[in-house]
């Protein structure tokens, strides 16, 4: 399955995609689509919307993955940040992908191990998780750390799946 990893941002959204088979994981492509900040909002968000396009259009996943959006001291910067990550659910929802969305917490926990990590100990996993990755940036390091995390999930339901099955007989 190909998994596209999106990590929302106005000024700068990661996005990685992974092929998962089984529990091999296999880097495909990563990137960071950055808009200019002295455009409107409307328009910053319109180009944010065409690239991601672009992407899914170019890659062709199959299901995506984004980050939640933690809050911070800033109401404008959250704002934002939430505006940006409706265009990435957007633009995900669109493409007919199912998606999987997660906690950053949650996120850290399965690639490094700890739910406090820190985005050099992320981009450090990258190489070790998809070894020969070229890392557009930290957010784009963050998007495939996205993307592991939902074949993750999705593997760990798939099983699931089965031992249901052989339970009930089926």
Request: aromatic share 2%.
């Amino acid at each position: 399955m190909i998994l596209l990893g999106l990590d929302p941002g106005l000024g700068t959204t990661g996005w990685g995609v992974i092929r998962a088979e089984g529990n091999r994981l296999t880097h495909i492509a990563n990137g960071q689509i950055k808009t200019d900040p002295s455009m409107p909002l409307p328009r910053r968000l319109s180009n944010l919307h065409a690239a991601l396009i672009d992407v899914i259009r170019a890659e062709r996943p199959e299901s995506a993955a984004v980050e939640e959006v933690l809050g911070n001291t800033n109401a404008q910067s959250t704002l934002k940040l939430g505006q940006a990550r409706g265009i990435v659910l957007l633009a995900a929802a669109q493409a007919g992908l199912m998606i999987g969305e997660y906690h950053p917490s949650t996120v850290k926990k399965a690639v490094v191990g700890t739910g406090g990590a820190e985005k050099r100990q992320i981009q450090a996993m990258m190489a070790v998780l998809l070894p020969g990755a070229k890392l557009a940036g930290p957010d784009a390091a963050d998007a495939l750390a996205v993307a592991i995390t939902h074949a993750h999930h999705l593997a760990s339901a798939a099983g699931l799946a089965r031992r249901a099955r052989v339970t009930a007989g089926g």
